[in-house]
């Protein structure tokens, strides 16, 4: 019997699995992140959308700011 068969079948099953077993784990938490990320988007929007916003509150709170200065100094805006 020619031990170097047996020997590389003996190695090679328990390697062939570990590896399975590690390329599933890194696919699975590449799928649960996509899945996060996907459920994230849908929560806040897309970039554009959530930049844009941020954007308009910004504007908003500038424009309030110049009103309550103008109106603090007497000089309200028309």
Avoid: C, F
Avoid at 1 to 13: I, K, P, V, Y
Avoid at 60 to 72: D, M, P, V, Y
């Amino acid at each position: 019997m020619d031990w170097g068969t047996l020997a590389a079948t003996a190695l090679g099953g328990p390697l062939g699995a570990g590896g399975t077993v590690v390329v599933d784990q890194l696919r699975w938490r590449r799928d649960h992140g996509a899945r996060e990320r996907s459920g994230t988007r849908e929560l806040y929007g897309t970039d554009a959308e959530w930049d844009a916003s941020i954007a308009a509150v910004r504007a908003a709170i500038e424009a309030l700011k110049s009103a309550t200065r103008a109106s603090l100094a007497g000089n309200p805006r028309r």
